[in-house]
Structures are given as structure tokens and as C-alpha cells.
């Protein structure tokens, strides 16, 4: 079944301790993106990434880190969490614009 | 830079009735045009998407978008909404490699 999987699907944490969210696909899909979703606020791109080894800056990537080194996995890292990082985080994979997200990871950093 | 506005925040509708979800995006060049609906709980799945062609595109259980170049526009539509269409709707343009810019959302509830 061709699918986008992210771990763990829930986590609290405390600020400060570095936290790493997996996200892997089975498509073969050359594209993936993270993405935030706050209320109000739709979906905000953090890192996307075209290929194995390259990695661009989406429109909030503050506080926040990326990997491409296999072309099915891209983890986000959170180097140092903080409060204002709690929010509802999808992974997503694309064939030709089309997007396939992941169920999602609801983060809480108290 | 790209941007995608949706008009509407929530919108609340009795079954059977009509739906239109205006959304606009501003981009001068070529662009992919999608809506993704997102139920309570679930993620994003695609609703319909518009590349080139025809600029009236169907997508699943019975919506549709028209593409207006002339006004920015790829509206979403539904003749008549049940019950189970309340949901969360994000209208999004894909305009060069890479990003994907998203609108706010609608969220829709359908009363029985």
C-alpha cells in the first residue's frame, strides 16, 4: 500500500530536549515537505526537499532541521524545542504536484 | 511570491444545499491548482487538483473546481453537501518546484 508514515503520531516533550520526527515513503516519490498546521493558520511549509541531498527552506523553517541522505526517509529534527513548536506536523511526498501526506505528528513542547 | 487566499473561514450549510468556496491565489506564471479536503482527525487528501486544459476539473464524490485565469480564481463546488462532507478545505497552488503554498482553510459543517 503505497503510503507516507511519520513516528511517533503523538509526543510531549520539554523545551530544550532534542526530539527527531521520521517520516518515511514507499512511493519512490524524488519530492518531500514538511508542513505545520496551527489553526487559523492552514498549513505552513518548514524544509522540502527535491531530492536525496538537497534541502530548501519552505516559509518557517526557524528552529528547525532536515535530512535527505535516502531518497524514502526525511526526518525533522528539533535541535532545541520550544513552546511555540507545539503544533500539529505533516510530512508529505509529491508526484508532480500532487502531495500525499502522512497522518500527521501532534507535538506538544511544554 | 506566491500566496493563496480563501474567502471564507467557516461555513456552515444545511444538507442538500449548494456549496462554493472561493479561493484565490496570486502568482504571474504557469501554475498546478489543488483543493485538499481534511475530515476531523484525518490528513490531507486530495480533492480535486487542475493542470492544464479544460479549466472545469471533477474531482471526488462530486465536487468540482473551475480555473478562471482572468480572475486568480479556482473556486470549489458541490451542487449538494451531506452530511459527511464537513470537514476542513485548503485550497493550494503549486507554482514552481518545490512549493506548495497553502490558504488558510474553510472549515465546512453540514447540519443534517
Known amino acids: 500500500e503505497a503510503q507516507v508514515t511519520q513516528n511517533p503520531r503523538y509526543l510531549i516533550t520539554v523545551t530544550g530536549k532534542k526530539l527527531t520526527v521520521t517520516c518515511s515513503q514507499n512511493?519512490?516519490?524524488?519530492?518531500m515537505s514538511w508542513y505545520r498546521q496551527d489553526p487559523g493558520l492552514g498549513l505552513r511549509q518548514i524544509y522540502y526537499?527535491?531530492?536525496?541531498?538537497?534541502?530548501d527552506k519552505g516559509d518557517v523553517p526557524e528552529g528547525y532541521k532536515v535530512s535527505r541522505k535516502e531518497k524514502r526517509n526525511f526526518p525533522l529534527i528539533l535541535e532545541s524545542p520550544s513552546p511555540n513548536q507545539t503544533s500539529l506536523y505533516f510530512c508529505?511526498?509529491?508526484?508532480?504536484?500532487?502531495?500525499?501526506f502522512g497522518e500527521g505528528s501532534r507535538l506538544t513542547v511544554l | 511570491a506566491q500566496s493563496v487566499s480563501q474567502h471564507n473561514h467557516h461555513v456552515i450549510l444545511s444538507e442538500a444545499a449548494s456549496l462554493e468556496l472561493g479561493c484565490n491565489y496570486s502568482?504571474?506564471?504557469?501554475?498546478?491548482l489543488f483543493w485538499y479536503v481534511q475530515y476531523p482527525g484525518q490528513h490531507l487528501q486530495l480533492l480535486l487538483k487542475?493542470?492544464?486544459?479544460?479549466?472545469l476539473v471533477k474531482g471526488i464524490k462530486g465536487f468540482e473546481a473551475e480555473f478562471i485565469k482572468s480572475k486568480f480564481s479556482f473556486n470549489l463546488r458541490k451542487p449538494s453537501v451531506q452530511w459527511s462532507d464537513t470537514a476542513e478545505y485548503f485550497c493550494a497552488v503549486n507554482a514552481r518546484a518545490g512549493k506548495s503554498t497553502f490558504g488558510d482553510g474553510t472549515t465546512l459543517t453540514v447540519k443534517p
Open positions: 508529505a511526498s509529491s508526484l508532480g504536484g500532487e502531495l500525499f
Open positions: 502568482y504571474g506564471g504557469t501554475v498546478n
Open positions: 487542475y493542470f492544464s486544459g479544460d479549466p
Open positions: 526537499s527535491m531530492n536525496v541531498e538537497v534541502t
Open positions: 512511493m519512490n516519490h524524488e519530492y
